[in-house]
């Protein structure tokens, strides 16, 4: 009983009938526009003349729902009145042409705008039922306690009366139409709440939108997560094994420590520019694509010339026009060699790291190979591991469709090779 009672008693019930009030009230302006043919033949029977001019009125409050800024105030107006989560209209992209040479569309296309007219269609239809019943039942509900005075009241409701006459009858007669009152305010707010999500909704080609702009989101997301941990994680890397170089041979070595600081600014400065480009991007700034860091292979002798500051041994064999190689794919090569540089600083055994990069007419190969085992000179837990590395590697050469192969190497080497087909200019 008292659970029945609940939704007479909340607030979200009357705003959602408040709503359905200014539907209602919203159509009123279109009214004289809809009794024109009624005007226009006073000789039509009266059945005939409400039947037009309710239908030229339904006709008209329904084109208002064709435009499109109509459809995104209605969303906007819905979800905050009813309460409903109806996320705002996004713009279908139109599909590429098919066989016929016409551009081909969703086959609800057609249905899906109809939506939004059948929407304020039953919106003021709704509200008007809703505002007449209750206003009604709201009048009978506080004259008829008047009646305990002594006088007589009548009710007539399709076709049958009731006589109240007595006191008590008419203080119960008053609640029960009072009680009917937030009934239809309830009913009303239901039927609303129960339409929106399907009329206002997003449609069949607004849910493929939305995933698609979902989908960009998440790609744009894991690329500058690829980003972050290639930049900042090898220059980390770098400039722990730098730092503890410099702290070896500072009192042996002044210059040697050095140059190690050098490097480590070197680096830091090059991971802040990586840094800033990143959080430029993730704040939507402009600027960010100006100032992107754009490294590529021709930025392999640095790199390489920082693990050498690390005290790392690099052995590069550089093979073919690496010059050529340009744009998305440099770019690509440098980060997956940068991060199969880090992944042998960490987990390498020492010894020479083998650097080969082999550009030909139709592929780019490219290979970091390192010695296993245990470590010297730092101890083993020295660089914890997230275990993304490998698994983006393979992302990112999957995206560029090309091979991927990682693991040990004979005995105690491990190799990181990568394949990626490539078309040089001529």
Known sequence: MIRGLRPLLRGSTYAGALFAYCGALASLPLLPVALVPALLWPSAPEGVQIVLVLSLWAALIGAVGLSRVSRRVLVACAGRALRVPLPEPVTPRARPAGP????????????????????????????????????????????????????????????????????????????????????????????????????????????????????????????????????????LTATTIQAAVAGQVLAADPPA????????????????????????????????????????????????????????????????????VQGTLSRAAYRILQEGLTNALRHGAGGPIEVRVAAAPDVLELSVVNRTGARTGMDAGAFPTSGHGLPGLAERVRLLHGEFEAGPHGPRHWRLAVRLPVRLPA
Do not use: K, Y
């Open 257 to 324: 420590a050095r140059a190690a600081l050098r490097s480590i600014e070197e680096s830091s400065r090059a991971a802040l520019e990586d840094l800033d480009h990143v959080l430029g991007l993730l704040r939507e700034e402009e600027r960010a694509a100006d100032t992107a860091p754009t490294r590529t292979l021709a930025d392999l002798p640095e790199l390489l010339d920082r693990l050498r500051h690390a005290g790392a041994v690099v052995e590069p064999r550089l093979t073919g026009g690496l010059a050529q």
């Open 100 to 235: 016929s040479g016409t551009a081909s569309s969703s086959a609800a296309s057609g249905s899906d705008r109809l939506r939004t007219p059948l929407w304020l269609v039953l919106h003021a239809a709704l509200g008007w039922s809703a505002m007449l019943l209750t206003a009604v039942l709201t009048v009978a509900g506080v004259a008829l306690p008047g009646n305990w005075l002594g006088s007589q009241a009548r009710m007539t409701l399709f076709g049958r009366s009731l006589r109240v006459t007595d006191g008590w009858d008419s203080w119960a007669a008053a609640l029960g139409c009072l009680l009917l009152a937030a009934t239809v305010c309830v009913l009303v707010s239901s039927a609303l709440r129960r339409l929106a999500p399907r009329l206002l909704g997003p449609s069949a080609a607004e849910r493929l939108a939305l995933a698609a702009e979902r989908e960009l989101r998440l790609a744009e997301r894991n690329r500058l997560a690829h980003e972050l941990h290639d930049s900042i994680g090898h220059t």
